[in-house]
């Protein structure tokens, strides 16, 4: 059996060395551009270059190296479309949107970025408290690394809320979905953290309208993918004060270039897409199973519904 593996970066040895480990029957190709690829049984990839178009329509199946697949599927028209697409399922990576997403929640509702500033003001001020109440937490997406947000925020006890294309069930979780719920949802999100896909329906969800119908002072987590904003709009809602804050880990350019207005205001805190990394070794394991399942013709998670985008 032959991979054909894709890295932007280059460092492959370590993905080979971990597919020597976890899938040893296999052969590990490197594909470079402009070089003649002998014939693979599947692709590993995240964001392939256009120029491995052919190569990718010849494989029996494509993974990804993420839980987002838009990188892909930007190709998707050149896609034969009996071609399966496999992104990762949590992988390691729910436990970190856990940690990063609760972070910044208690971080707001402490108002721990407000005493940094005092502090590095050198302001002794204790500041009235936020309450829980007025708190909810409202997450778009409640897939396999929304569900697992919303755990890690349950203890807190913050009113928890959440959006999804299809009807879910959560304990003391208040579920909304399509077009009427979202109107809701937003209007009750005292913190609004990104989950989604980037497919054409979410893109740019978080607008001037749709940020507007959060309540004033609320705050904006996103995690998933910077076209899920209309980055002017969130400028100008946080100038106007309406929006308090926000935590940006992915943007429209990554990465963010040193020009953009984000960088100057205060109230932006940014990351550089590392909400949730992709681990290799669990990334590595995860793919060796789910091809091992294909060659026995099992039915194998994380299939994306070309039509839906995710
Ligand atoms: P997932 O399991 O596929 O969950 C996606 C959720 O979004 C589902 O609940 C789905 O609803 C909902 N959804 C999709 N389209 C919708 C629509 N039009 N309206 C309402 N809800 C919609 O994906 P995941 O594994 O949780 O990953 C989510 C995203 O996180 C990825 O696509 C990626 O962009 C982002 N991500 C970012 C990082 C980072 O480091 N920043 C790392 C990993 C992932 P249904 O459940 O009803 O289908
Ligand atoms: C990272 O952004 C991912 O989608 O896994």
Known sequence: MRILLHRADGKTEPWIKDFAKYLPEAEIEIWHAGEKNQACDYAVVWAPPEAMLPELSTVKAIFVTGAGVDALLKFS????????????EDAGMAVQMAEYVTHSVLRYFRRFDEYEAQARAGTWAP????HKEDF????????????????????????????????????????????????TFLRGSRVLVCMLPLTPDTSNIMDRTNMSKLPAGAYIINVARGAHIAEPDLLTLIKSGHIAAATLDVFRNEPLPAQ???????????????????????????????IRKTEAGEQVAGVVNRTLGY
Do not use: C, Y
Not at 77 to 88: N, T, V
Not at 145 to 172: C, D, I, N, Q
């Open 127 to 130: 500041l009235p408290q936020h």
């Open 77 to 88: 028209d050149a896609l034969p479309p009996h071609i399966p697409i496999i992104r990762l």
């Open 136 to 183: 909810a937490v409202g997450v778009l997406g409640m897939g396999v690394l929304g569900t697992r947000v919303l755990a890690a925020l349950a203890p807190f006890g913050f009113p928890l809320r959440s959006w999804s294309r299809t009807e879910k069930s959560m304990p003391g979780v208040q579920t909304f979905t399509g077009a009427d719920g979202l109107d």
């Open 260 to 290: 953009h207005p984000f960088w100057q205001e205060p109230r932006i805190t940014i990351t550089p897409h590392i909400s949730a990394l992709t681990l290799r070794r669990e990334s590595v394991q995860q793919i060796a199973a789910n």
